[in-house]
T-cell receptor, first 115, second 113 residues
Framework: KQEVTQIPAALSVPEGENLVLNCSFTDSAIYNLQWFRQDPGKGLTSLLLIQSSQREQTSGRLNASLDKSSGRSTLYIAASQPGDSATYLCAVKWGRGSTLGRLYFGRGTQLTVWP | AAGVIQSPRHLIKEKRETATLKCYPIPRHDTVYWYQQGPGQDPQFLISFYEKMQSDKGSIPDRFSAQQFSDYHSELNMSSLELGDSALYFC????????????FGPGTRLTVL
């Protein structure tokens, strides 16, 4: 069964800290993996997309890594700010058979950055 | 840059009523996906279309149907609404169904009373 797990479920840190969010998945034969940000009651904003052939992607203060063999991805946020407070979701696309294209989401990590 | 457009943004219906949600993908995107996110839950895949044909089907109730039109916009039709259908419904689009990034719309919040 294809599942995505995120830990921790919630994280509260002071402003300025560097932090790591974890995502694990059950089947290493992925097409790609996306990290999203979701503000309360709002839509999903795509942060980073890592293709299966890539090891990491960077955008500003965000860096996402992918280790297919161990079934893990991490999202690194540098110098966190209160504006980073949101829920971060990891989503995996597997391409087996008829399930090509759909994303499987983790439950997310709810991040609070306090001043 | 143009984004995925969903309408309406909010919808309130009574039990057993019907609802139609619309999704307009990013221009040139030929693939549309629908997801449902219940309160405190992760988004769950419902159904997708590629080039106006259903390409994948997830946990979509039989009361729901969807289609993609010639201009690539998509509609999700929901009948005999139940309280448990209250959720945030997302549409996403991509260029092709496989390797490319999915871009999500702002969602339609459906409340069933």
């Amino acid at each position: 069964k294809q599942e995505v797990t995120q830990i921790p479920a919630a994280l509260s840190v002071p402003e300025g800290e560097n932090l790591v969010l974890n995502c694990s998945f059950t089947d290493s034969a992925i097409y790609n993996l996306q990290w999203f940000r979701q503000d309360p009651g709002k839509g999903l904003t795509s942060l980073l997309l890592i293709q299966s052939s890539q090891r990491e992607q960077t955008s500003g203060r965000l860096n996402a890594s992918l280790d297919k063999s161990s079934g893990r991805s991490t999202l690194y946020i540098a110098a966190s700010q209160p504006g980073d407070s949101a829920t971060y979701l990891c989503a995996v696309k597997w391409g087996r058979g008829s399930t090509l294209g759909r994303l499987y989401f983790g439950r997310g990590t709810q991040l609070t950055v306090w001043p | 840059a143009a984004g995925v457009i969903q309408s309406p943004r909010h919808l309130i219906k009574e039990k057993r009523e019907t609802a139609t949600l619309k999704c307009y993908p990013i221009p040139r995107h030929d693939t549309v996906y629908w997801y449902q996110q219940g309160p405190g839950q992760d988004p769950q895949f419902l159904i997708s279309f590629y080039e106006k044909m259903q390409s994948d089907k997830g946990s979509i109730p039989d009361r729901f149907s969807a289609q993609q039109f010639s201009d690539y916009h998509s509609e999700l039709n929901m009948s005999s609404l139940e309280l448990g259908d209250s959720a945030l419904y997302f549409c996403a689009s991509s260029l092709g169904p496989s390797y490319n990034e999915q871009f999500f719309g702002p969602g339609t919040r459906l409340t069933v009373l």
